[in-house]
């Protein structure tokens, strides 16, 4: 009986080889994927600012248009419209600067875990074909039945892997969030103070507010695609549609919402609940996978329960 769970445990580590071969496979493929669609927004948003730039230079400069606006009383209007167009140019740059940062060193990541796994066909297949031997060898109907409920004992332990990555992905950015929140919820106070006449003091804590959102709002983007990936492996393997729908989009609506109007108290408001939503999101789908992985944990038990009474019938 020592053979049984000694070979089970071997193919139960082969299959978890075999199952991190092909995840590793699927993500590094999307990360290429998505780092080609990110390159191409840098070369986009370079060129964009460099044009707004050159803007917000004209209009500092004496030229027939300066001297319109002038005469016309809308020079300050417009050149801080255009300052405004350079801020939101400038943070889309940043950001799809850093993702391909962060996109860059994951690749390195799942490289070079992939290469740990690269044999795990090889290993499964060589114990698949131990196991025929073992059955042939004690020609026992018990023997195989032995092994079957081995088997499936073996792939959900492996299922049920995959549901606690992508739990852990779930709550990292979920934590993510919350902090993004808090900060959003910070510079949203110190707005309201500014609306009414705050001074200075109260304008500049308000944007150091937003600078740090800024910053948790990136790394709340790079730990919901991360967090989509672990479902996307999810969807694939058990057909299971959780309605992800598109995370990806997240820090998009606070850099073209917030930063054109950046003094503005509604887009803070706007940004926020934006966040909060998402929030919800991620919360409803981690209620979906527990739900998910309690089921699997039964079916496992019922399995376990059923080899175990196999064994001492025998």
Partial sequence: ???????????????????????????????????????????????QLQKEKKDVSRLERISLTNIF????????????QEKQEVIAAELKYKEAVETIEDLKKELVEWRAKLQLVGNAEVEYKKLLDEKERLIHDKHSLLSRELYVLSDEETSIRSSLKEYEEANKAGLSALSALQRAIHSLDKAKGWSTWDMFGGGMITTAIKHSHLDDARKRI???????????????????????????????????YFFDGIVVDWLVHGKINDSLNQAEETTAKVREILSILEEHKNLL?????????KRRETLESA
């Fill in 218 to 252: 990136h790394y709340a983007q790079n730990q919901l695609r991360l967090f989509q990936e672990e479902l996307l492996d999810i969807e694939n393997h058990f057909h299971i549609n959780m309605e992800i729908g598109n995370f990806l989009t997240f820090a998009d």
């Fill in 1 to 47: 009986m020592t053979v049984f769970t000694e070979l089970n445990e071997r193919l139960f580590e082969a299959k978890e080889k075999k199952r991190k071969k092909a995840k590793y496979e699927e993500h590094i493929a999307r990360s290429e994927a998505y780092l080609e669609e990110e390159q191409q927004k840098v070369n986009q948003f370079y060129v």
């Fill in 297 to 305: 944990t039964d079916n496992y038990n019922q399995i376990v329960k």
């Fill in 69 to 80: 606006f002038t005469i016309m009383g809308k020079k300050l209007e417009k050149l801080d």
